[in-house]
């Protein structure tokens, strides 16, 4: 009786691999619930160790994002997606393809009264795929400085939100690649190709 019981239990687990050897990688992941067929939440490294005194801001600005978005989390680590570096210019960030590039967190927009919180995560967007939009409007966080220096609204927008949850769905970025975005309300299109 044990003996029928354990070559039940043999047959069952041979058949159950034979199975798994037949099928392609896509359609193993449909019956098992992972892999690509499982829409994976793509997860982004950052490495904010030379962000100086915008370290913390930078976690904060990664924490919103993983509130505000499913398909896609921020952690800090290495070897590192993108890369966030403190200088005295204006904030910028350099995209090169979607989820990768790096970031300045510029001292020049903070010493104008400019919200850190805010600029870390609108450049962080850019990472994400979006672009620039200069609306003006502080409920649109990729308005950037075209809002009023009084803004502190760092939040994105629900349209914001699905576009980047769109993006890592597969869609294309509206966001260019292998550009500087500059977020001066005075750049020519907020935007400078790569040098």
């Known amino acids: 009786m044990r003996m029928s019981r354990f070559l039940r239990a043999v047959s069952t687990l041979l058949l159950g691999l034979a199975f798994l050897a037949t099928v392609s990688p896509a359609q ?3 019956h098992t619930g992972t892999g690509p067929a499982a829409s994976a939440v793509r997860v982004l490294r950052y490495d904010a160790s030379r962000a100086a005194e915008f370290r913390t801001v930078v976690d904060q600005a990664a924490q919103v994002w993983n509130a505000s978005v499913t398909n896609v989390r921020l952690v800090a680590g ?19 393809s979607l989820g990768r ?14 919200y850190p919180l805010r600029i870390a995560t609108h450049e962080m967007g850019h ?5 620039d939009r200069r609306t003006g409007l502080c409920t649109d966080l990729m ?5 009023p220096v009084s803004c502190t609204n760092a939040n994105p927008s629900p349209a914001e939100r699905s576009e980047v949850n769109a993006n890592f769905a ?6 260019e690649f292998d550009r500087l975005y500059v977020d001066r309300a005075d ?9």
């Open 28 to 30: 193993a992941s449909e």
């Open 78 to 96: 290495t070897p590192a997606d993108f890369v966030v570096l403190a200088d005295n210019n204006w904030p910028r960030a350099m995209v090169t």
């Open 101 to 114: 590039g790096t970031i300045w967190m510029g001292r020049q927009a903070t010493a104008q009264g400019y």
């Open 127 to 131: 990472i994400l795929g979006l672009p």
């Open 143 to 147: 308005s950037g400085s075209s809002a």
């Open 170 to 175: 597969g869609a294309t970025p509206l966001a």
């Open 187 to 195: 750049a020519a299109r907020g935007l400078v190709p790569a040098p």
